[in-house]
């Protein structure tokens, strides 16, 4: 009994993961450059599980097997989907999509980050710089002085990225890698890949599957009180 407990703790706990996920994926629907989350999950092969028995008088705790489980499910990584977007046509001069694969170069407080999100705008000391305020670096990871908005094009750098790890909603850290042929659009950004009808049904879904194993639960304590109280009166 308490096994089925277990089982069911361990599929709500995956769903509420699973909600948190998708909750931050629709929230993010209408962010530039975001990219959407994706769940792993994995299965517990096998665990043994035990009951202990305290037996005071001999000074001891029988240990029981009472079997194995093989159902339980725990995260196993967040996988981010890099599908592009929908390329949207702004006519601002300051605003970039890459066409393809590859990432922008920004630097945050000597730190360079990786970003697809390119709606940039021009600082107060005349620096091309992210929404954030983190400055865009050029081909020669040098910060980008805005002379000429048009020249812009040919001097922001893009590179590709090994094993990229996203950091907060656009941002990503990885080993950079040299990229030589890409494309990228003046006066254009990269919208958001959530497809916001699917992580609906999904969400939908991933609440009722919650609320199933919720009942369950909750029949499951009902029937141990029942148990209990049972055994207490053959007392």
């Known amino acids: ?29 209408e962010t530039i450059g975001y990219k959407a989350d994706n769940l792993a999950f994995k299965t517990y092969l096998e665990k043994r599980l035990h009951s202990f028995k305290p037996m005071p008088q001999e000074k001891k705790v029988e240990i029981k097997d009472i079997g194995k489980f093989e159902q339980a499910v725990i995260l196993d990584e ?62 020669n990871d040098q910060r980008i002085k805005i002379s000429n908005k048009s020249d812009l094009i040919n001097n922001i750098k893009v590179v590709d990225l090994d094993n990229p790890r996203k950091i907060g909603y656009t941002f990503y850290k990885g080993q950079e890698i040299e990229k030589e042929n890409f494309r990228i659009l003046q006066g254009y950004v990269e919208k958001s890949n959530v497809n916001i009808v699917k992580e609906m049904v999904k969400m939908i879904e991933a609440n009722r599957h919650y609320e199933v194993l919720s009942k369950a639960v909750t029949v499951h304590d009902e029937l141990l009180n029942k148990s209990i109280n049972s055994a207490g009166n053959l007392k």
Not at 5 to 23: E, N, P, Q, R
Not at 108 to 136: C, H, M, P, Q, W
């Open 1 to 29: 009994m308490y096994k089925g407990v277990y089982l069911a703790s361990m599929g709500m706990l995956a769903d509420i993961t699973k909600l948190d996920t998708l909750s931050n994926n629709i929230s993010n629907a």
């Open 78 to 139: 967040v996988k981010t989907d890099f599908t592009q977007g929908n390329i949207e046509h702004t006519e601002n001069m300051l605003d970039f999509a890459i066409d393809g694969s590859g990432f922008f170069v920004v630097e945050k407080n000597g730190e360079k980050l990786y970003t697809r999100a390119g709606n940039f705008k021009i600082s107060s000391d005349g620096f091309l710089v992210t929404s954030e305020g983190y400055y865009v670096l050029d081909k």
